[in-house]
Protein backbone atom coordinates (compact mmCIF):
# COMPACT_ATOMS: atom_id res chain seq x y z
CA UNK A 1 0.00 0.00 0.00
CA UNK A 2 1.36 3.54 -1.15
CA UNK A 3 1.72 6.28 1.51
CA UNK A 4 -1.31 7.98 -0.42
CA UNK A 5 -3.29 4.71 -0.22
CA UNK A 6 -2.47 5.04 3.58
CA UNK A 7 -3.72 8.41 3.97
CA UNK A 8 -6.76 8.07 1.90
CA UNK A 9 -7.92 4.99 4.66
CA UNK A 10 -6.85 7.14 6.85
CA UNK A 11 -9.19 9.45 6.14
CA UNK A 12 -11.73 6.80 5.59
CA UNK A 13 -11.38 5.42 8.82
CA UNK A 14 -12.07 1.07 9.34
CA UNK A 15 -14.61 0.90 6.83
CA UNK A 16 -14.10 -0.01 3.13
CA UNK A 17 -13.79 2.35 0.01
CA UNK A 18 -17.29 2.87 -1.15
CA UNK A 19 -17.53 2.00 -4.93
CA UNK A 20 -18.44 4.31 -7.58
CA UNK A 21 -20.66 3.83 -10.21
CA UNK A 22 -21.71 5.70 -13.79
CA UNK A 23 -23.88 8.22 -11.75
CA UNK A 24 -21.06 9.09 -9.05
CA UNK A 25 -18.39 9.15 -11.59
CA UNK A 26 -20.70 11.52 -13.36
CA UNK A 27 -21.64 13.81 -10.37
CA UNK A 28 -17.87 14.63 -10.08
CA UNK A 29 -18.03 16.96 -13.31
CA UNK A 30 -20.49 19.22 -11.68
CA UNK A 31 -18.10 20.87 -9.20
CA UNK A 32 -14.64 20.12 -9.92
CA UNK A 33 -12.94 23.07 -8.15
CA UNK A 34 -14.48 21.16 -4.69
CA UNK A 35 -11.02 20.19 -2.77
CA UNK A 36 -13.66 18.66 -0.28
CA UNK A 37 -15.39 16.33 -2.66
CA UNK A 38 -12.72 15.59 -4.68
CA UNK A 39 -10.53 14.10 -1.42
CA UNK A 40 -13.73 12.68 -0.14
CA UNK A 41 -14.46 11.15 -3.19
CA UNK A 42 -11.04 10.15 -3.80
CA UNK A 43 -10.74 8.49 -0.46
CA UNK A 44 -13.94 6.74 -0.90
CA UNK A 45 -16.26 7.97 1.78
CA UNK A 46 -19.66 7.24 2.45
CA UNK A 47 -20.61 10.22 2.15
CA UNK A 48 -24.62 9.60 2.48
CA UNK A 49 -23.87 8.18 6.08
CA UNK A 50 -21.00 11.04 6.26
CA UNK A 51 -23.96 13.56 5.92
CA UNK A 52 -26.22 11.94 8.37
CA UNK A 53 -24.11 11.53 11.01
CA UNK A 54 -23.42 15.22 11.15
CA UNK A 55 -27.18 16.11 11.34
CA UNK A 56 -27.54 16.79 7.59
CA UNK A 57 -29.13 13.76 5.60
CA UNK A 58 -29.19 14.16 1.70
CA UNK A 59 -32.21 15.16 0.29
CA UNK A 60 -32.15 13.91 -3.31
CA UNK A 61 -32.41 10.00 -4.98
CA UNK A 62 -35.20 8.41 -6.59
CA UNK A 63 -38.32 6.90 -5.42
CA UNK A 64 -39.44 3.68 -5.44
CA UNK A 65 -41.92 4.98 -7.99
CA UNK A 66 -39.04 6.07 -10.23
CA UNK A 67 -37.18 3.34 -10.11
CA UNK A 68 -40.24 0.59 -11.28
CA UNK A 69 -41.39 3.19 -13.66
CA UNK A 70 -37.54 2.91 -15.08
CA UNK A 71 -36.93 -0.69 -15.03
CA UNK A 72 -40.67 -1.56 -16.82
CA UNK A 73 -40.10 1.03 -20.29
CA UNK A 74 -36.14 -0.47 -20.48
CA UNK A 75 -37.81 -3.79 -20.62
CA UNK A 76 -40.26 -2.46 -22.80
CA UNK A 77 -38.11 -1.48 -25.18
CA UNK A 78 -35.58 -4.15 -25.40
CA UNK A 79 -38.56 -6.48 -25.69
CA UNK A 80 -38.48 -9.10 -28.57
CA UNK A 81 -34.69 -9.18 -28.16
CA UNK A 82 -34.57 -5.17 -28.99
CA UNK A 83 -35.93 -4.74 -32.62
CA UNK A 84 -37.91 -1.62 -31.18
CA UNK A 85 -34.49 -0.70 -30.08
CA UNK A 86 -32.60 -1.55 -33.31
CA UNK A 87 -34.94 0.13 -35.51
CA UNK A 88 -35.13 3.34 -33.01
CA UNK A 89 -31.49 3.72 -33.24
CA UNK A 90 -31.20 2.71 -36.89
CA UNK A 91 -33.44 5.58 -38.03
CA UNK A 92 -32.03 8.03 -35.61
CA UNK A 93 -28.40 7.52 -36.75
CA UNK A 94 -29.58 7.66 -40.61
CA UNK A 95 -28.88 4.10 -41.54
CA UNK A 96 -31.34 1.70 -42.86
CA UNK A 97 -32.98 -1.08 -40.28
CA UNK A 98 -31.09 -3.75 -40.35
CA UNK A 99 -32.69 -6.92 -41.18
CA UNK A 100 -31.21 -8.69 -38.24
CA UNK A 101 -28.83 -7.88 -35.38
CA UNK A 102 -27.47 -10.32 -32.88
CA UNK A 103 -28.59 -9.61 -29.02
CA UNK A 104 -26.16 -10.68 -25.98
CA UNK A 105 -27.67 -10.14 -22.30
CA UNK A 106 -24.26 -9.56 -20.71
CA UNK A 107 -26.25 -9.06 -17.92
CA UNK A 108 -27.64 -12.29 -17.61
CA UNK A 109 -26.34 -14.07 -14.80
CA UNK A 110 -25.16 -10.60 -13.26
CA UNK A 111 -24.12 -12.66 -9.40
CA UNK A 112 -21.42 -14.57 -11.38
CA UNK A 113 -18.08 -13.19 -10.57
CA UNK A 114 -17.57 -9.42 -11.70
CA UNK A 115 -14.04 -9.95 -13.34
CA UNK A 116 -15.46 -12.88 -15.59
CA UNK A 117 -17.91 -10.49 -16.70
CA UNK A 118 -15.77 -7.82 -17.39
CA UNK A 119 -13.41 -10.25 -19.26
CA UNK A 120 -16.33 -11.60 -21.29
CA UNK A 121 -17.75 -7.91 -22.42
CA UNK A 122 -14.53 -7.37 -22.89
CA UNK A 123 -14.06 -10.16 -25.53
CA UNK A 124 -17.36 -9.59 -27.22
CA UNK A 125 -17.24 -5.84 -27.40
CA UNK A 126 -13.75 -5.86 -28.87
CA UNK A 127 -14.28 -8.12 -31.65
CA UNK A 128 -17.60 -6.63 -32.72
CA UNK A 129 -15.13 -3.64 -33.52
CA UNK A 130 -16.51 -2.10 -36.52
CA UNK A 131 -14.17 -3.02 -40.05
CA UNK A 132 -14.09 -6.62 -39.71
CA UNK A 133 -14.93 -9.22 -41.71
CA UNK A 134 -19.03 -9.28 -39.95
CA UNK A 135 -20.69 -6.25 -40.50
CA UNK A 136 -23.64 -7.62 -38.68
CA UNK A 137 -25.58 -5.41 -36.54
CA UNK A 138 -24.70 -6.19 -32.80
CA UNK A 139 -26.68 -4.92 -29.43
CA UNK A 140 -25.40 -5.51 -26.36
CA UNK A 141 -27.14 -5.78 -22.85
CA UNK A 142 -25.62 -4.25 -20.03
CA UNK A 143 -21.91 -5.26 -20.85
CA UNK A 144 -19.60 -4.46 -18.22
CA UNK A 145 -16.85 -1.84 -18.55
CA UNK A 146 -14.07 -0.47 -16.40
CA UNK A 147 -12.27 2.61 -15.44
CA UNK A 148 -9.96 3.99 -13.33
CA UNK A 149 -11.12 6.45 -10.55
CA UNK A 150 -8.29 7.78 -7.87
CA UNK A 151 -6.44 4.68 -8.36
CA UNK A 152 -8.96 2.13 -8.10
CA UNK A 153 -11.01 0.01 -10.66
CA UNK A 154 -14.73 1.04 -11.10
CA UNK A 155 -16.60 -1.13 -13.21
CA UNK A 156 -20.01 0.46 -15.41
CA UNK A 157 -22.59 -0.89 -16.93
CA UNK A 158 -24.47 1.08 -19.44
CA UNK A 159 -27.90 0.36 -20.40
CA UNK A 160 -26.71 -0.81 -23.97
CA UNK A 161 -24.01 -0.68 -26.71
CA UNK A 162 -24.92 -0.69 -30.60
CA UNK A 163 -22.08 -1.57 -32.71
CA UNK A 164 -21.35 -1.85 -36.68
CA UNK A 165 -24.44 0.74 -37.06
CA UNK A 166 -23.22 3.63 -39.00
CA UNK A 167 -19.60 2.11 -38.77
CA UNK A 168 -19.70 2.42 -35.04
CA UNK A 169 -20.03 1.79 -31.17
CA UNK A 170 -22.78 3.95 -29.62
CA UNK A 171 -23.51 4.01 -26.03
CA UNK A 172 -27.32 4.09 -25.67
CA UNK A 173 -28.86 5.73 -22.85
CA UNK A 174 -32.77 4.14 -21.46
CA UNK A 175 -34.67 7.15 -19.20
CA UNK A 176 -38.08 7.45 -18.27
CA UNK A 177 -37.85 10.76 -18.07
CA UNK A 178 -40.55 12.17 -20.24
CA UNK A 179 -40.19 14.06 -24.11
CA UNK A 180 -43.00 16.20 -24.05
CA UNK A 181 -43.71 18.24 -27.37
CA UNK A 182 -39.84 17.37 -28.57
CA UNK A 183 -38.56 18.89 -25.52
CA UNK A 184 -37.44 17.14 -22.30
CA UNK A 185 -36.41 18.64 -19.23
CA UNK A 186 -32.38 20.14 -19.93
CA UNK A 187 -31.24 19.16 -16.36
CA UNK A 188 -31.96 15.70 -16.53
CA UNK A 189 -31.01 15.94 -20.48
CA UNK A 190 -27.59 17.19 -18.76
CA UNK A 191 -27.13 14.36 -15.80
CA UNK A 192 -27.75 11.97 -18.80
CA UNK A 193 -25.29 13.05 -21.44
CA UNK A 194 -22.23 13.06 -18.77
CA UNK A 195 -23.93 9.59 -17.75
CA UNK A 196 -23.42 8.74 -21.22
CA UNK A 197 -19.91 10.10 -21.14
CA UNK A 198 -18.26 7.98 -18.79
CA UNK A 199 -20.03 4.76 -20.75
CA UNK A 200 -18.10 6.44 -24.13
CA UNK A 201 -14.83 7.17 -21.58
CA UNK A 202 -14.89 3.63 -20.69
CA UNK A 203 -15.12 1.93 -23.72
CA UNK A 204 -13.17 4.09 -25.74
CA UNK A 205 -10.54 3.00 -23.18
CA UNK A 206 -11.30 -0.87 -23.63
CA UNK A 207 -10.37 -0.17 -27.34
CA UNK A 208 -7.08 1.48 -26.80
CA UNK A 209 -6.21 -1.27 -24.67
CA UNK A 210 -7.26 -3.76 -27.65
CA UNK A 211 -4.83 -2.24 -30.17
CA UNK A 212 -7.74 -0.72 -31.69
CA UNK A 213 -8.77 2.91 -32.82
CA UNK A 214 -10.89 4.76 -29.52
CA UNK A 215 -12.37 6.75 -31.86
CA UNK A 216 -14.87 4.13 -33.41
CA UNK A 217 -16.93 5.12 -30.50
CA UNK A 218 -19.12 7.73 -31.17
CA UNK A 219 -19.24 11.08 -29.37
CA UNK A 220 -23.02 11.25 -29.90
CA UNK A 221 -24.76 8.98 -27.80
CA UNK A 222 -28.14 7.80 -28.22
CA UNK A 223 -30.58 8.79 -25.54
CA UNK A 224 -33.86 6.85 -25.99
CA UNK A 225 -37.36 8.32 -23.30
CA UNK A 226 -40.92 7.99 -23.51
CA UNK A 227 -42.74 10.34 -25.38
CA UNK A 228 -45.01 12.80 -24.45
CA UNK A 229 -46.03 10.36 -20.89
CA UNK A 230 -47.02 7.48 -22.62
CA UNK A 231 -45.05 4.46 -23.11
CA UNK A 232 -44.60 5.06 -26.88
CA UNK A 233 -40.19 5.33 -26.98
CA UNK A 234 -38.60 8.46 -28.75
CA UNK A 235 -34.56 8.54 -29.42
CA UNK A 236 -32.61 11.45 -29.69
CA UNK A 237 -28.61 12.32 -29.98
CA UNK A 238 -26.75 13.47 -27.52
CA UNK A 239 -23.24 15.26 -28.46
CA UNK A 240 -21.45 14.48 -25.23
CA UNK A 241 -17.42 16.04 -26.84
CA UNK A 242 -17.97 18.86 -23.90
CA UNK A 243 -18.90 16.60 -21.16
CA UNK A 244 -15.90 14.21 -21.90
CA UNK A 245 -13.42 16.53 -21.59
CA UNK A 246 -14.86 18.00 -18.28
CA UNK A 247 -14.79 14.01 -17.18
CA UNK A 248 -10.94 13.25 -18.30
CA UNK A 249 -10.17 16.75 -16.28
CA UNK A 250 -11.84 15.50 -13.22
CA UNK A 251 -10.06 11.98 -13.24
CA UNK A 252 -6.94 13.28 -13.62
CA UNK A 253 -7.30 15.42 -10.86
CA UNK A 254 -8.45 13.11 -8.73
CA UNK A 255 -5.74 10.88 -10.29
CA UNK A 256 -3.37 13.28 -8.35
CA UNK A 257 -4.76 12.73 -5.35
CA UNK A 258 -1.48 13.39 -3.61
CA UNK A 259 -0.99 16.73 -4.30
CA UNK A 260 -4.89 17.44 -3.00
CA UNK A 261 -3.75 15.83 0.05
CA UNK A 262 -1.01 17.91 0.41
CA UNK A 263 -3.17 20.91 1.48
CA UNK A 264 -5.48 18.65 3.96
CA UNK A 265 -4.45 18.62 7.68
CA UNK A 266 -2.85 15.34 8.44
CA UNK A 267 -5.56 14.98 11.71
CA UNK A 268 -8.24 15.42 9.02
CA UNK A 269 -10.54 12.40 9.03
CA UNK A 270 -14.09 11.19 7.53
CA UNK A 271 -14.71 8.59 9.69
CA UNK A 272 -18.10 7.93 9.65
CA UNK A 273 -17.85 5.99 13.18
CA UNK A 274 -16.27 9.49 14.98
CA UNK A 275 -18.00 11.93 17.10
CA UNK A 276 -20.10 14.31 14.59
CA UNK A 277 -18.35 17.34 16.23
CA UNK A 278 -15.06 16.09 15.37
CA UNK A 279 -16.13 15.32 12.20
CA UNK A 280 -18.13 18.97 11.76
CA UNK A 281 -14.31 20.66 12.75
CA UNK A 282 -12.42 18.46 10.00
CA UNK A 283 -14.27 19.09 7.26
CA UNK A 284 -14.39 23.24 8.19
CA UNK A 285 -10.48 22.23 7.77
CA UNK A 286 -10.92 21.59 3.77
CA UNK A 287 -11.90 24.37 1.49
CA UNK A 288 -15.28 23.52 -0.24
CA UNK A 289 -16.91 25.30 -3.14
CA UNK A 290 -20.67 25.31 -2.58
CA UNK A 291 -23.13 26.21 -5.51
CA UNK A 292 -26.86 26.05 -5.34
CA UNK A 293 -26.65 23.23 -8.06
CA UNK A 294 -24.77 21.13 -5.50
CA UNK A 295 -28.16 20.32 -4.01
CA UNK A 296 -29.01 18.00 -6.40
CA UNK A 297 -25.43 15.93 -6.86
CA UNK A 298 -23.82 15.96 -3.61
CA UNK A 299 -24.81 14.30 -0.65
CA UNK A 300 -23.06 17.09 1.60
CA UNK A 301 -24.25 19.67 -0.16
CA UNK A 302 -26.56 20.60 2.52
CA UNK A 303 -24.10 21.05 5.08
CA UNK A 304 -22.32 22.79 2.58
CA UNK A 305 -25.12 25.42 1.91
CA UNK A 306 -25.50 25.83 5.75
CA UNK A 307 -21.90 26.94 5.77
CA UNK A 308 -21.72 29.38 3.07
CA UNK A 309 -24.22 31.08 4.82
CA UNK A 310 -23.37 34.48 4.56
CA UNK A 311 -21.21 34.24 1.81
CA UNK A 312 -21.36 34.93 -2.36
CA UNK A 313 -21.08 31.88 -3.37
CA UNK A 314 -23.82 30.59 -1.87
CA UNK A 315 -25.80 32.77 -4.62
CA UNK A 316 -24.64 30.47 -7.63
CA UNK A 317 -21.58 31.14 -9.37
CA UNK A 318 -22.30 33.43 -11.54
CA UNK A 319 -23.04 35.61 -8.74
CA UNK A 320 -19.54 34.63 -7.19
CA UNK A 321 -17.77 35.39 -10.16
CA UNK A 322 -19.10 38.65 -11.01
CA UNK A 323 -18.49 40.11 -7.69
CA UNK A 324 -15.04 38.87 -7.99
CA UNK A 325 -12.78 39.01 -4.44
CA UNK A 326 -16.08 40.28 -2.42
CA UNK A 327 -16.65 36.86 -0.31
CA UNK A 328 -19.50 38.03 2.19
CA UNK A 329 -22.75 39.04 1.83
CA UNK A 330 -22.25 41.54 4.40
CA UNK A 331 -19.57 43.59 2.49
CA UNK A 332 -21.21 43.15 -0.91
CA UNK A 333 -24.39 45.36 1.11
CA UNK A 334 -21.78 47.85 2.35
CA UNK A 335 -19.77 48.16 -0.58
CA UNK A 336 -23.26 48.88 -2.36
CA UNK A 337 -24.31 51.71 0.10
CA UNK A 338 -20.81 53.54 -0.36
CA UNK A 339 -20.41 52.46 3.69
CA UNK A 340 -16.92 50.40 2.47
CA UNK A 341 -13.61 51.63 0.99
CA UNK A 342 -13.30 48.99 -1.55
CA UNK A 343 -9.45 47.29 -1.75
CA UNK A 344 -7.86 47.87 -5.19
CA UNK A 345 -9.35 44.17 -6.50
CA UNK A 346 -12.44 45.57 -5.78
CA UNK A 347 -12.78 48.54 -7.08
CA UNK A 348 -14.70 47.38 -10.48
CA UNK A 349 -17.24 45.39 -8.46
CA UNK A 350 -17.72 48.16 -6.01
CA UNK A 351 -18.59 50.36 -9.04
CA UNK A 352 -20.74 48.43 -10.35
CA UNK A 353 -22.45 47.77 -7.03
CA UNK A 354 -23.39 51.39 -6.32
CA UNK A 355 -24.57 51.57 -9.75
CA UNK A 356 -26.62 48.51 -9.09
CA UNK A 357 -27.94 50.07 -5.69
CA UNK A 358 -28.82 53.70 -6.89
CA UNK A 359 -31.04 52.10 -10.32
CA UNK A 360 -32.75 49.80 -7.70
CA UNK A 361 -33.42 52.97 -5.20
CA UNK A 362 -34.77 54.87 -8.33
CA UNK A 363 -37.08 52.05 -9.20
CA UNK A 364 -38.25 51.86 -5.95
CA UNK A 365 -39.08 55.64 -5.46
CA UNK A 366 -40.76 55.16 -9.12
CA UNK A 367 -37.97 58.05 -10.17
CA UNK A 368 -37.04 57.88 -13.75
CA UNK A 369 -33.17 56.60 -14.16
Known amino acids: MTSTEERLATIRGGVPARRHNARTIAALTGNPGCTRRAVLDGAGVDKPKLAERI ?17 T ?50 ELLTDATPGGTDDTAALFDHPLLGLDVAGRRVHL ?7 RLAGRFHVVEIKSFPVVDGQADPAKVSAA ?20 DPELVSHEAVLVCPRDFANQ ?28 LAGVPEEFTADVTAEPAALLAALSKVEARYAPDCLAACELAYFCRNEARGHTGALGRP ?17 AAGERTPEPDQEEAAALLRAAARLRADALAGTPA
Open 319 to 335: VREALGGVAEVDEVLAL
Open 233 to 260: PVASLVDVRKQLLVLRRQLDRMARLDAL
Open 55 to 71: GFPARFGQSRFAITRGN
Open 193 to 212: AIQSAVYVLALRELLAAAGH
Open 157 to 163: EPDLVAA
Open 73 to 122: FEAQVKADGGAELLRLVAERLGVPVPAAASWTDLGDGAADDTAARHRRSA
